[in-house]
């Protein structure tokens, strides 16, 4: 599958941001999608990763996503969004969307990095 991500900026705290990951050549129903930041100086992290199994959703957020953080998808145009809201300047990172099929254990594709800049 490939990933199209977009949507970074910058934004003040508090303010809010939608990034968008578009894929293509697989259907996302059949796959793992998850959001990952990488923040200069450190190791990337996920933010939050949405599985869906027939009629049942899984998502998972870090605690730092917790709250303020929403994964979704549009089935009909095969796309992942990460709704940030109550942006933190500790939100600041570069952003992967990133795909795995259902029962591997590594993601093994991934999108284009958007950069989300938030100030204080």
């Known amino acids: 599958v490939q990933l199209q991500a977009c949507g970074g900026g910058s934004v003040q705290a508090g303010g809010s941001l939608r990034l968008s990951c578009a894929a293509s050549?697989?259907?996302?129903?059949?796959?793992?999608m998850g959001w990952f930041r990488q923040a200069p100086g450190k190791e990337r992290e996920v933010v939050a990763r949405?599985?869906?199994?027939?009629?049942?959703?899984?998502?998972y957020y870090a605690d730092s996503a917790k709250g303020r953080f929403t994964i979704s998808r549009d089935s009909a145009k095969n796309t992942v969004y990460l709704q940030m809201n109550s942006l933190k300047p500790e939100d600041t990172a570069a952003y992967y969307c990133?795909?795995?099929?259902?029962?591997?254990?590594?993601?093994?594709?991934w999108g284009q990095g958007t950069l989300v800049t938030v100030s204080s």
């Open positions: 990133a795909a795995k099929p259902l029962g591997q254990t590594d993601f093994d594709s």
């Open positions: 050549g697989r259907t996302l129903s059949s796959y793992v």
């Open positions: 949405v599985t869906w199994s027939g009629e049942t959703t899984l998502t």
